[in-house]
């Protein structure tokens, strides 16, 4: 049992005697320190912590207060029932001392027992511990399982216990505007004894006159945010809690005045409460939003900065850095200069070991780490070095020590510092994997958090392509995640790759930043393939789920260069209940926008055409536009030449925008698909594609009308609002629409590309195709049309000669233009049907790249009048001619009449 004397300042008093020993001995101490100057510091089985002068009418010497904390052993409830009554006798009035010596109180709080060489204790009732610690906070646990709080102690005697069961207990806290220094943090520090002694002088003398006060006790000083002294205190009393909140208010007054006699207090930061709202033995208790920095732990350089939130304290930076680890880094700058491939794998070596004699992980353990091996990888690659097969396995080792789980927490809080930190060891890891020679290869390497496994390639892999496997255990689990990839022999058909190295991990996934899905979780490994100056166009990955209850799983691989997972060229091939299978490709050529899938063989074909046909296509355009811009005077002579124009001109902006949008789109592929920019990417492709379309079609009716509508003519401003609604308004409603029917269940775009869906459950490539190939269909039969009725005209209905000219131009352009148009995108129908077929494949990448060339040949240079245009603005003799046919109309000559005439016909013309 532990029995609690008073005798004037508290001080934490142990022993363990037999109970009639006790009892007489006690009454003997006291009557012994009467007449001491002092109380002795340590004495066998009593010690006191600090005595302190009070200023008491009655007594003109020193009147010091102790708190005797007595170890009493008793046999049975017997023996525990007379110790009780005993204590009675010892609570004042007392007939066992005599003034001066007094005894203030007595009570019994806590039992204990002792089970296989450890202590048990338990509050007697009345009493109850108070988290988070017990007895003494270096070896006991606070055990709160249960109904019953029990205290479980790996000692054999309280001696040096300071957190027994107390009735009622409350926190306090306030700020002194004055500078922390670190020594307040050490207990036997002067500067900490000095504050505590005024402090606890103050506080007592304000609390006395509350009823049944019985102890406080300064207990912690902080560093504050802005650097001041926040300090804290414990009230103990036998009242209840509110009654004890309720009277310590109305003499905080009264204590405000006491501590500014001490230093300078801030008064609005007194604070009591009935419960902690963070209370560790580590970072001392608190209020929410209260934000300490402290020096890290023996051992460690750094700081580490908490803030009290409602679920405690949270670690907000964390940078302790063990000492060697420090030093390895700074030797590793002393080599860097005159480096060796021994010294390189000696530090690596060193790394590791340090590593295994430390294993607790922090967040500046985690940082220098990644900052070592990134300058091992720097300086192997500037000085030409490979890896060899113990230092790979070195790197494996260290990599299985922080990508425990236990590391995961500091990883979260080493990203809230540096968030490139997880994406910059997974890179450091990959490229050191790279130097590993062929000649150091197969090896594998399994630890219990990252399988790691390379070979050389050989020709093998020409007939059976590449296969890996992994199993691994999660923490206290008996069924293995496993991980699969699958790699076609039809990847190897060129030349082949000297390696391939692949790698799992079932938490490096998870401290990889999750910022594009903030409700999704990686729920399986996460495994990685290097295969060094190499080009996959596909490859196969399957994993097993860790938890088998998620649903809805997207394939995605990590972007290094935006932080963050990233699904495109990554989708869903098949679903379990146990696994899930994923193809990745990234294609950026035309063969995507109509076929789901392209044969991995022809891939670099069609990106080749793709982009070397855009960018002919693009300048093309640009050319056109220009041409127009120059002569656009002289082509808008008659109003079926300005509309002609005006079409042709919005035919190549339509499409100048969408290859750009495409090339947008294709960067976007290769690279990370953001969101936002990948739908309106298919957006805007959509429009201008479906634009383009709708001013073909604005020209074959505009044909149509001249030719079936001779004697009808229609006002410009009317004609150029039908042309303008029908070439920009249809297209926006439907690409509106779509958007708007499909987006809100993700149906919008392809999983894999920058293009509208194609898939079981959504289909809105639909409300491209259909529209596009309609406007073929009537600009074909229009083209029929009007051949027929060019050939066999009726009477009366023949045009102008002029108009006749813009005509037969207007058809040879529609004719040509059309098909080109409209059969590149029935060559893509084609890649649905029969994506395994080269030739759709080819044909509609070749005929889509060079649609902006196709336009400047036969929309713009198959018009004679801009040929001729063109001709006498780039000829240097054009000038020149121009005046000698002008001087011979003016000659004298029988014949002038004739040739005035017929020279004035060709200049009008």
């Not at 802005?226 to 909140?245: C, H, K, P, Q, Y």
């Not at 495109?568 to 899938?597: K, Q, W, Y």
């Not at 920009?728 to 690409?735: A, K, T, V």
């Amino acid at each position: 049992m532990r029995v609690k004397v008073h005798l004037g300042n508290k001080d934490k008093e142990g022993g363990q005697l037999k109970m009639q020993v006790r009892v007489l001995w006690l009454i003997s101490f006291f009557t012994l320190i009467e007449g001491w100057e002092g109380f002795p510091g340590r004495t066998e089985g009593i010690k006191t912590k600090r005595g302190l002068i009070l200023n008491k009418k009655k007594h003109p010497g020193p009147v010091r207060e102790y708190e005797l904390l007595l170890q009493v052993s008793y046999r049975d409830s017997k023996e525990k029932r007379d110790l009780k009554n005993f204590l009675k006798l010892l609570k004042p009035p007392s007939l066992w001392l005599h003034a001066p010596v007094k005894i203030i109180r007595a009570k019994a709080t806590t039992h204990c027992g002792n089970q296989n060489g450890s202590l048990q204790c338990a509050c007697e009732d009345g009493y109850t511990w108070f988290p988070p610690s017990c007895l003494d906070p270096q070896k006991c646990y606070l055990h709160t399982a249960g109904a019953l709080q029990s205290c479980h102690c790996h000692v054999n005697n309280l001696s040096q216990s300071t957190n027994f069961c107390e009735r009622t207990k409350v926190w306090g806290t306030f700020k002194i505007n004055e500078r922390f220094t670190k020594d307040l943090l050490n207990s036997s520090s002067p500067s900490y004894s000095k504050y505590a002694t005024g402090i606890e002088i103050q506080l007592k003398e304000a609390f006395k006159r509350i009823q049944d006060f019985e102890s406080v006790r300064v207990t912690q000083f902080r560093p504050y945010r802005d650097g001041r002294i926040f300090a804290g205190f414990e009230v103990v009393s036998s009242s209840s809690t509110s009654e004890l909140l309720s009277a310590i208010k109305q003499v905080a007054k009264k204590v405000k005045e006491g501590l500014h006699k001490l230093f300078p207090l801030e008064d609005s930061s007194f604070r009591v409460f009935a419960k902690a709202q963070c209370n560790s033995i580590v970072f001392g208790f608190g209020s929410r939003n209260d934000e300490f920095t402290l020096p890290c732990s023996s051992g460690y350089t750094g700081n580490i900065t908490v803030r009290c939130q409602p679920s405690g304290w949270q670690v907000l930076r964390e940078m302790c850095v063990h000492s060697q680890l420090e030093e390895l880094k700074k030797n590793l700058s002393v080599m860097a200069g005159h480096a060796t491939e021994t010294a390189v794998s000696s530090l690596v070596r060193n790394l590791s070991v340090v590593i295994r004699q430390n294993p607790s992980t922090t967040a500046g353990n985690l940082a220098s780490v990644v900052s070592i091996l990134d300058s091992v990888l720097s300086l192997s690659l500037a000085s030409h070095f490979k890896v060899s097969n113990s230092t790979m396995e070195d790197v494996i080792s260290i990599a299985d020590h922080i990508l425990s789980s236990a590391s995961v927490t500091n990883w979260t809080v080493l990203l809230q510092e540096e968030q490139q930190a997880s994406s910059r060891f997974l890179k450091t890891l990959e490229n050191i994997s790279s130097l590993v020679p062929p000649t150091a290869l197969p090896l594998n390497f399994s630890r219990e958090f990252i399988d790691w496994k390379g070979i050389p390639v050989s020709a093998s892999q020409l007939k059976m392509g590449y296969n890996y496997q992994t199993e691994l255990f999660p923490t206290n689990a008996s069924i293995p995640v496993k991980g699969h990839v699958l790699i076609g022999s039809d990847q190897f058909r060129w030349s082949l790759p000297e390696t391939i190295i692949s790698m799992a991990s079932l938490t490096l996934g998870n401290i990889l930043s999750t910022t594009q899905n903030g409700n999704a979780q990686v729920n399986g490994p996460m495994i990685s393939t290097v295969i060094q100056n190499y080009s996959i166009n596909e490859i196969f990955l399957t994993f097993s789920k860790i938890e088998s209850n998620l649903s809805q799983p997207h394939c995605v691989f990590w972007d290094f260069s935006r932080l963050q997972w990233n699904n495109a060229g990554c989708h869903l091939v098949n679903e379990t209940a146990d696994t899930v299978m994923c193809r990745c490709t990234h294609l950026t050529s035309f063969s995507i926008l109509m076929s789901p899938f392209v044969p991995p063989a022809i891939i670099p074909v069609v990106k080749w055409i793709t982009f070397v046909g855009l960018g002919i296509s693009i300048g093309s355009l640009t050319l056109c536009l220009i041409i127009e811009a120059l002569f656009w005077k002289q082509v808008k002579k008659n109003q079926t030449s300005y509309t002609r124009h005006v079409c042709m001109v919005n035919v190549a902006l339509c499409l100048l925008i969408a290859d750009v949008w495409f090339i947008v789109a294709a960067t976007e592929g290769s690279t990370v698909n953001l969101s936002g920019v990948c739908i309106a990417a298919v957006f805007f492709m959509h429009f201008f594609y479906l634009s383009l379309f709708f001013w073909m079609l604005m020209l074959g009716i505009l044909l149509a009308y001249r030719i079936l509508l001779v004697f009808h003519h229609m006002a410009m401003p009317l004609m150029m609002a039908v042309g303008f609604c029908l070439g920009y308004g249809c297209p926006l409603i439907i690409s509106v629409i779509t958007i708007a029917v499909t987006q809100p269940s993700n149906a919008y775009k392809r999983k894999d590309a920058c293009w509208l869906n194609w898939s079981d459950r959504s289909k809105p490539l639909l409300a491209f195709a259909v529209p596009a190939l309609t406007i073929v269909a009537v600009n074909l039969a229009v083209v029929l049309v009007v051949l027929t009725k060019l050939w066999r005209p009726t009477v009366g209905e023949r045009p102008g000669q002029e108009n006749k000219a813009t005509i037969v131009r207007m058809g040879k352009s529609l004719l040509i233009l059309t098909p080109l148009l409209g059969l590149t995108w029935g060559f893509g129908i084609g890649t649905i049907v029969d994506n395994q077929n080269l030739a759709w494949h080819v044909i509609f990448a070749l005929l889509n790249a060079f649609q902006g060339f196709f336009i400047l040949c036969f929309g713009m240079l198959l018009d004679s009048k801009l040929r001729q245009l063109l001709f006498n603005k780039l000829s240097p003799f054009s000038s020149w001619k121009q005046a000698s046919k002008t001087h011979q109309m003016y000659l004298p000559n029988p014949n002038s009449q004739s040739l005035s005439t017929h020279c004035r016909t060709k200049v009008t013309c």
